[in-house]
């Protein structure tokens, strides 16, 4: 079965502090695919990235950073020096690579940040 | 370039009446899904289609039905609308290969 757990339901934190969101996922496939949605108030996804299971190396994108961790299944999103415009629902995403992969995205629940002025 | 549409954008249905939501992208994508969205629940997929003429279930299919009769359109039908359906839907597409998925705005359902 494939599964992705988001522990932390809701994180707040002052402007200018950093946050690690964790992501942990369950799967058996060799090859599969992680993703990160960001879902700000306003209600759209956002397409944050896409890593896939060959590679491990962190990627960095502005204040945003992932840590991929192959051995405990985790694939964690750090905010550097946090705004008030990085607000949102922040969803971890497991495409597998069953079946010819369809695509289907297995999400996590969600962790809700809020970043306070 | 629109990318990802859904029509409409609110609707309040009574319980027993039917409707049909309307997804459409306009980036010649094979692949499109319908995903609905509850309270700390993450997105759960409907139903989901590799392409023009093809649908099949997806995590949570039941009281609801879909058709792919053009390759840009995916249409999800609520037969008999119960008070369980209320959620928010999102449409989301994607072209062939592992690649991310592109979401429409949603669509907020209110079934009294």
């Known amino acids: 079965a494939q599964k992705v757990t988001q522990a932390q339901t809701e994180i707040s934190v002052v402007e200018k502090e950093d946050v690690t969101l964790d992501c942990v996922y369950e799967?058996?496939?060799?090859?599969?695919?992680l993703f990160w949605y960001k879902q700000p108030p306003s209600g759209e996804l956002v397409f944050l990235i896409r890593?896939?299971?060959?590679?491990?190396q962190n990627e960095i994108s502005g204040r945003y950073s992932w840590n991929f961790q192959k051995s405990t299944s985790s694939f964690n999103f750090t905010i550097t020096a946090s705004q008030v415009v990085d607000s949102a629902v922040y969803f971890c995403?497991?495409?597998?690579?069953?079946?010819?992969?369809?695509?289907?995205?297995?999400f996590g629940k969600g962790t809700k940040l809020s970043v306070k002025p | 370039n629109a990318g990802v549409t859904q029509t409409p954008k609110f609707r309040v249905l009574k319980t027993g009446q039917s409707m049909t939501l309307l997804c459409a992208q306009d980036?010649?994508?094979?692949?499109m899904y319908w995903y609905r969205q509850d309270p700390g629940m993450g997105l759960r997929l409907i139903h989901y289609?590799?392409?023009?003429?093809?649908?099949a279930k997806g995590e949570v299919p039941d009281g609801y039905n879909v058709s792919r009769l053009k390759k840009q359109n995916f249409l999800l039908g609520l037969e008999s609308a119960a008070p369980s359906q209320t959620s928010v839907y999102f449409c989301?597409?994607?072209?062939?290969?592992?690649?991310?998925?592109?979401f429409g705005p949603g669509t907020r359902l209110t079934v009294t």
């Open positions: 799967t058996r496939d060799t090859t599969y695919y």
């Open positions: 289609s590799v392409g023009e003429g093809t649908t």
């Open positions: 995403a497991l495409e597998g690579n069953y079946g010819g992969s369809q695509g289907n995205l297995i």
């Open positions: 890593r896939n299971s060959f590679d491990e």
């Open positions: 989301a597409s994607r072209r062939m290969g592992p690649y991310e998925q592109y």
């Open positions: 980036m010649n994508h094979e692949y």
